[in-house]
């Protein structure tokens, strides 16, 4: 079965750090760009960071670059999300996705459920 | 950043109603829209790419059309299982914006 699991998330002082991981199953990893994706309590979907499959090239939203950094070991089948400098606006759920491409589109295929960050003191 | 506008926020239906969703991108992103449905606990579930493409296993139900900046999301008869809360997203440029969901409930 193709599955993503997070796993990594907790409660964190504002100012602290925080590394989440993402363990996929049932396809080959280094073959796919992964994603990570929050959802803060009661807003929308925000797409914040991407990797592509070799680990060559990265991207950040606006609102976590600097304070964040994605990597990816493809030994491992493993996505990360390494967080620095938390706020509290960083509090939400964290999924991990990966990317489907095909004629006409590419999208989010797998999701994972998702791992929740608290920042708070 | 591409905003995305999705509306209604929320609407009220019955089992065997035709809805439509409606998305609206603040730029062209030619047929760069997708779909998702979401539930609470889950991870979210990729119904329509590429405007109108449907994603594998997903009911024929659903529907989507557009392209340029106006996008829609319709479902043909909605079935108990199709209450959620559905959301566009756009993946013409980084990031790829979602827009803040519409939540269909149960009238």
């Known amino acids: 079965e193709v599955q993503l699991v997070e796993s990594g998330g907790g409660l964190v002082q504002p100012g602290g750090s925080l590394r989440l991981s993402c363990t996929a199953s049932?396809?080959?990893?280094?073959?796919?760009?992964m994603h990570w994706v929050r959802q803060a309590p009661g807003k929308g979907l925000e797409h914040i960071s991407s990797?592509?499959?070799?680990?060559?090239?990265?991207s950040y939203a606006e609102s976590v670059k600097g304070r964040f950094t994605i990597s990816r070991d493809n030994s491992k089948n493993t996505l990360y999300l390494q967080m620095g400098s938390l706020r509290p606006e960083d509090t939400a759920v964290y999924h991990c996705?990966?990317?489907?491409?095909?004629?006409?589109?590419?999208?989010?295929?797998?999701w994972g459920q998702g791992t929740k960050v608290t920042v708070s003191s | 950043d591409i905003q995305m506008t999705q509306s209604p926020s929320s609407l009220s239906a019955s089992v065997g109603d035709r809805l439509t969703i409606t998305c609206r991108t603040s730029?062209?992103?030619?047929?760069?829209l997708n779909w998702y449905q979401e539930k609470p606990g889950k991870a979210p579930k990729l119904l329509i790419y590429?405007?109108?493409r449907l994603q594998s296993g997903v009911p024929s139900r659903f529907s989507g059309g557009g392209s340029g900046t106006d996008f829609t999301l319709t479902i043909s008869s909605l079935q108990p299982e199709d209450f959620a809360t559905y959301s566009c997203?756009?993946?013409?440029?980084?990031?790829?914006?979602f827009g803040h969901g519409t939540k269909v409930e149960i009238k």
């Open positions: 996705a990966r990317v489907f491409i095909a004629t006409g589109g590419r999208a989010f295929d797998i």
């Open positions: 049932g396809f080959t990893f280094s073959n796919y760009a």
């Open positions: 990797i592509l499959g070799n680990g060559g090239t990265t």
């Open positions: 730029q062209s992103i030619s047929s760069y």
């Open positions: 590429g405007a109108s």
């Open positions: 997203q756009q993946s013409y440029s980084f990031p790829w914006t």
